[in-house]
């Protein structure tokens, strides 16, 4: 096979991917600095006097106008190693750069009241506002904007207008299977997941860059960032480095050096934090990649990624 003849398919297989990549970072930067509204929660524990007394410092803080106190409720439970009596205090209307200082001064009024600090260092990115302050439209155009459906769109429309005229992969495989597409995704998903949840019970610095898995809740992000990072996201990436990227680069290079292209891409892309993360992210790209060599199917792709996201939260 010529030069050309393998170069063409492999640089139109990168095409997809660095669109979708462009599209997430484009929303994502967008929405933090456009609608920064960041929220610094810590959790205190200690007799009725010390929590009212931090109750009290945070609502009349000078430099942080909307502190708050909240209750454990089914959608924020109590973290692990709080008391049953222990109380959520947050600085909300945070701007981009205001995090840390706001997540200092709980703390500082933490230890000025006495109370002790059971859970600090957790912070709501980008928080919406409640329904009640917000007509239908913007409700609308808040959940689109944080759920990353935009870019996600995007990325769909485009693969579906060239997929025919591409052949690139089908949704349940050559053989056209539904029940076979689903059980491979499945099974390679529970796996991926056991894997996942072994690495972090063997090797816990391995997660060291990632928050602790209690503070990764619906509750601490938000549904529409929980949307984005356990459905959205990962259909987005399925759907450019396996439906899009696998097929393309395997004309001209061939399905083993496609695979590991697309695993190596698809972590880069995931920004990893260190070194741990970039090989947690290449093995579940490996993994979806073999399946999809296995199968030809992008549904048990997306199953399979969808699965092992779903291991960064603890469902509340």
Known sequence: MRIRERALPLLVSLL????????????????????????????????PTQLGEMQRRVA?????????MARATPSNPLP??????????????????????????LEMIAAQSGAGICLSNVFMIN???GPEDQTWTQQSASALLGTSILPGAMVLFVFFAFSARLRLATLVGEAGQWTQALSWGIGAGVATSALLALGVTLLPGATGHLPPP????????????????????????????????????????????????????????SFPADAWGAL??????????????????LLACIIANVLASLTLFWVT
């Open 80 to 105: 692990p190693g709080c008391g049953a009596g222990a109380r959520e205090y947050s600085f909300a209307s945070l701007g981009e750069v205001e995090g840390q200082v706001a997540r200092e001064i």
């Open 214 to 269: 209690e503070t990764l809740t619906v509750g601490t992000v938000g549904y529409s960032l929980a949307i984005a990072l356990v459905l959205v996201v990962p259909i987005t990436q399925e759907v450019a480095f396996r439906g899009w990227l696998m097929p393309l680069a395997q004309r001209g290079i061939g399905a083993v050096p496609a695979a590991l292209l697309s695993s190596t891409l698809y972590a880069a892309a």
């Open 60 to 68: 009349d803080n000078p430099w942080f106008k909307h502190g708050r």
């Open 280 to 297: 947690g992210y290449f093995l579940l790209g490996a993994i979806c990649s073999a399946l999809y060599v296995r199968t030809r199917s």
């Open 16 to 47: 997809l991917p660095a669109l979708a990549l462009s599209l997430l970072l484009a929303f994502t930067i967008g929405a933090v600095v456009f609608a920064a509204n960041d929220r610094a929660i810590l959790w205190a524990d200690g007799t």
């Open 127 to 129: 928080e919406l506002p």
